[in-house]
């Protein structure tokens, strides 16, 4: 079945540093990809997401790359402050119907 | 519209009794789903529901499990004789169409203990 798998587990990084999560998936015919973020005692909230048909997609200092040959997309995160800390959680479609989220990224970004 | 709202926040109970949570999506949302998510994880699909329509339960989903939406509006999930396993943070979310195609709006959960 659909497999999605993320990595780092934990990223610890200093302010105004870049951070950069992976995800591989499994469905070739998957064709939306969205990354979510988590803060103690939350739900995940959609922060930016993309579509097969682009290759890059960015909103400020966020910004989503997606290589469909490979079958992996990524998070990118630059000028990292304290407020981006939390989980991360990347997610690939099963049949457009529901989502499979990865096993989150903890982000620490340290003063 | 206020998002995707869950009741309660917290739930502690003994094992063995039942529990109910409650999910409000939002208005517009036709899509409502519930995951799971324990400590350290990502949150793990149950079941999903079109309007009043249940169109799919995970193989995760015991018979203790049961899930309604009865008016295509609110849902509820029950867990029957709960067991300290069943222990985590239930999700609810929301979408207008297919998830997998637009995303989900979250609600905040509601987090179970099963002493």
């Known amino acids: 079945g659909e497999n999605v798998e993320q990595h780092p587990s934990t990223l610890s990084v200093q302010e105004g540093d870049s951070a950069v999560i992976k995800c591989t998936y499994s469905d070739s015919a998957s064709n939306y990809f969205p990354w979510y973020k988590q803060e103690l005692g939350k739900g995940p909230q959609l922060i930016i997401d993309i579509r097969s048909n682009v290759g890059e997609k960015k909103d400020q200092r966020i910004a989503v790359t997606l290589n469909k040959t490979a079958k992996h997309f990524s998070l990118h995160i630059t000028e990292t402050q304290p407020e981006d800390s939390a989980v991360y959680f990347c997610a690939a479609p099963i049949n457009t119907d529901k989502l499979i989220f990865g096993t989150g990224t903890r982000l620490q970004v340290f003063p | 519209d206020t998002g995707v709202s869950q009741d309660p926040r917290h739930k502690i109970t003994k094992r063995g009794q039942n529990v109910t949570f409650r999910c409000d999506p939002i208005?517009?949302?036709?899509?409502l789903y519930w995951y799971r998510q324990t400590l350290g994880q990502g949150p793990e699909f149950l079941t999903y529901?079109?309007?009043?329509?249940?169109?799919?339960k995970s193989r995760l989903l015991s018979d203790r499990f049961s899930a309604e939406r009865p008016k295509g509006s609110f849902s509820t999930l029950e867990i029957q004789r709960t067991e300290q396993g069943d222990s985590a943070m239930y999700l609810c979310?929301?979408?207008f169409g297919a998830g997998g195609n637009y995303g989900y709006t979250f609600g905040s959960g509601t987090r179970l203990t099963v002493v």
């Open positions: 979310a929301s979408s």
């Open positions: 529901f079109q309007n009043e329509a249940q169109l799919e």
């Open positions: 208005s517009e949302h036709n899509r």
